[in-house]
């Protein structure tokens, strides 16, 4: 029986402890949670749990070397340290987060020893590079050239979910979440590049309707342009990766990054409360914070971001619990207690790929793709649909089914269609709409 190491036991973690378990692997858990591993595998006879923390490397060292593969969902700043083990042990793995220039670096030396080093295998990045790299090689394949491509994603919850001022709850690490919001972008419009500072990431949101859901908004995610070459958009004049919210969020996080209530700069709030270090922020005396971040921001006192930064609790009373800290752990903090998704609530992924087509015979046509998937009591939407396409990876891995090494992300047909055609048959596929007239385009 092949045996697979998973580091991690959070949020999107039970459906790929599942699949795994049913596909008859034997499956290790390391945790710093014991509790959590625990309850994943239940009493299955083929799991085990042990208790581990990311500063163990000489643990860490011993159970890569005696398993078969790698699946690792700790935050991303782990997966070189995990991968240079797997190398010297000659063991795969795979992750569902993006390549770091720090990951890359290692490509040749995991080619050397045959390793496969396989990141951006979940949602956004991962469903998101092999449901779009089909399409892509469909039209090329036919002579056709991609004009235009943009790729939007969301994990939200459902529309009688979004309660909240944010229209938001987290079905994922709101520190994953608050951290992307601190990220610059880059895009390219009518083929020229467009590149959005971190303080400019929420100003000038796109506004795409979305079937069954309603009008979203949309800001940029990341560098868009490191994605032509990987695609292979040798023709592309534009090209735009982003990210779905309801109304009202690029507003909000615009003005909680403005009043530099991200940062990761390091303060003492000993003893302070939350509206002291706002006014203390602003450089101002902290009565009546909220009427004067308004007048800073340019804002009603009744806009959305003034009422969901008070709903929050930033301009509250209340103390601190911790002496030192960033800002950006206070929001983050703050989120965590106020906007997690509830049991039983539901959440929902988004996900809609759009281009603008060159025939080869110079006629133009759309294409879209869009998925809609909504979680249930079991299982949230954005665990399913980041953890099994891992899961599915590992498996063909394993099964000798995928042959590549190296640092690779799943672009390529030999890893997408397999995968694909297993999400299908587990309820997870785009929706695709070809031979739509050009004005169909969007942005």
């Given at each position: 029986?092949?045996?697979?190491?998973?580091?991690?036991?959070?949020?999107?973690?039970?459906?790929?402890?599942?699949?795994?378990?049913?596909?008859?692997?034997?499956?290790?858990?390391?945790?710093?949670?014991?509790?959590?591993?625990?309850?994943?595998?239940?009493?299955?006879?083929?799991?085990?749990?042990?208790?581990?923390?990311?500063?163990?490397?000489?643990?860490?060292?011993?159970?890569?070397?005696?398993?078969?593969?790698?699946?690792?969902?700790?935050?991303?700043?782990?997966?070189?340290?995990?991968?240079?083990?797997?190398?010297?042990?000659?063991?795969?793995?795979?992750?569902?987060?993006?390549?770091?220039k720090?990951?890359?670096?290692?490509?040749?030396?995991?080619k050397?020893?045959?390793?496969?080093?396989?990141?951006?295998?979940?949602?956004?990045?991962?469903?998101?590079?092999?449901?779009?790299?089909?399409?892509?090689?469909?039209?090329?394949?036919?002579?056709?050239?991609?004009?235009?491509?943009?790729?939007?994603?969301?994990?939200?919850?459902?529309?009688?979910?979004?309660?909240?001022?944010?229209?938001?709850?987290?079905?994922?690490?709101?520190k994953?979440?608050?951290?992307?919001?601190n990220?610059?972008?880059?895009?390219?419009?009518?083929?020229?590049?467009?590149?959005?500072?971190?303080?400019?990431?929420?100003?000038?949101?796109?506004?795409?309707?979305?079937?069954?859901?309603?009008?979203?908004?949309?800001?940029?995610?990341?560098?868009?342009?490191?994605?032509?070459?990987?695609?292979?958009?040798?023709?592309?004049?534009?090209?735009?990766?982003?990210t779905?919210?309801?109304?009202?969020?690029?507003?909000?996080?615009?003005?909680?990054?403005?009043?530099?209530?991200?940062?990761?700069?390091?303060?003492?709030?000993?003893?302070?409360?939350?509206?002291?270090?706002?006014?203390?922020?602003?450089?101002?005396?902290?009565?009546?914070?909220?009427?004067?971040?308004?007048?800073?921001?340019?804002?009603?006192?009744?806009?959305?971001?003034?009422?969901?930064?008070?709903?929050?609790?930033?301009?509250?009373?209340?103390?601190?619990?911790?002496?030192?800290?960033?800002?950006?752990?206070?929001?983050?903090?703050?989120?965590?207690?106020?906007?997690?998704?509830?049991?039983?609530a539901?959440?929902?992924?988004?996900?809609?790929?759009?281009?603008?087509?060159?025939?080869?015979?110079?006629?133009?046509?759309?294409?879209?793709?869009?998925?809609?998937?909504?979680?249930?009591e079991k299982?949230?939407?954005?665990?399913?649909?980041?953890?099994?396409?891992?899961?599915?990876a590992?498996?063909?891995?394993?099964?000798?089914?995928?042959?590549?090494?190296?640092?690779?992300?799943?672009?390529?047909?030999?890893?997408?269609?397999?995968?694909?055609?297993?999400?299908?048959?587990?309820?997870?596929?785009?929706?695709?709409?070809?031979?739509?007239?050009?004005?169909?385009?969007?942005?």
């Amino acid at each position: 029986m092949k045996k697979i190491l998973l580091l991690g036991a959070g949020m999107v973690a039970r459906p790929l402890v599942e699949y795994l378990l049913n596909q008859n692997f034997e499956l290790t858990i390391a945790s710093r949670t014991l509790s959590k591993a625990e309850k994943l595998v239940g009493e299955k006879p083929n799991a085990n749990v042990l208790l581990w923390t990311t500063d163990d490397r000489e643990t860490l060292d011993k159970l890569i070397a005696g398993h078969d593969l790698v699946v690792s969902l700790l935050p991303n700043t782990h997966h070189v340290a995990v991968a240079q083990l797997c190398i010297k042990h000659q063991k795969h793995l795979v992750t569902t987060s993006y390549v770091s220039k720090e990951m890359q670096k290692l490509d040749q030396e995991a080619k050397t020893a045959g390793v496969l080093l396989l990141k951006e295998m979940g949602l956004d990045p991962g469903f998101d590079h092999m449901t779009a790299k089909r399409i892509i090689d469909k039209v090329q394949a036919v002579g056709g050239k991609i004009k235009t491509f943009y790729s939007l994603c969301g994990a939200l919850v459902t529309p009688e979910e979004a309660g909240n001022p944010f229209r938001y709850q987290f079905s994922w690490s709101p520190k994953g979440v608050v951290m992307a919001a601190n990220n610059g972008a880059k895009f390219l419009k009518n083929g020229n590049i467009i590149d959005v500072p971190a303080e400019n990431l929420f100003k000038n949101p796109l506004l795409v309707d979305f079937p069954e859901v309603g009008k979203m908004e949309v800001y940029p995610n990341r560098n868009s342009l490191a994605y032509i070459p990987v695609y292979g958009l040798t023709e592309v004049e534009n090209l735009y990766r982003g990210t779905f919210r309801y109304p009202d969020w690029c507003e909000i996080m615009d003005a909680i990054k403005t009043l530099g209530l991200i940062c990761y700069d390091k303060r003492n709030f000993e003893g302070k409360t939350y509206s002291e270090i706002v006014a203390e922020k602003m450089g101002v005396y902290p009565r009546n914070v909220k009427e004067k971040v308004a007048e800073k921001l340019h804002l009603e006192i009744n806009s959305p971001a003034i009422v969901a930064m008070d709903w929050l609790g930033l301009f509250s009373k209340e103390r601190v619990q911790i002496k030192e800290g960033s800002t950006f752990e206070l929001t983050a903090d703050l989120m965590q207690k106020k906007m997690m998704l509830p049991a039983g609530a539901r959440d929902m992924v988004l996900m809609f790929h759009s281009f603008l087509v060159e025939k080869a015979n110079g006629d133009k046509e759309v294409i879209h793709s869009r998925l809609l998937r909504f979680g249930n009591e079991k299982n949230t939407a954005v665990a399913r649909t980041v953890a099994l396409p891992a899961a599915i990876a590992a498996k063909l891995i394993l099964e000798n089914r995928i042959h590549e090494t190296g640092v690779v992300i799943p672009v390529s047909k030999t890893i997408y269609e397999p995968v694909l055609k297993e999400l299908e048959m587990l309820g997870i596929s785009m929706t695709e709409e070809w031979g739509l007239p050009e004005k169909e385009t969007i942005g």
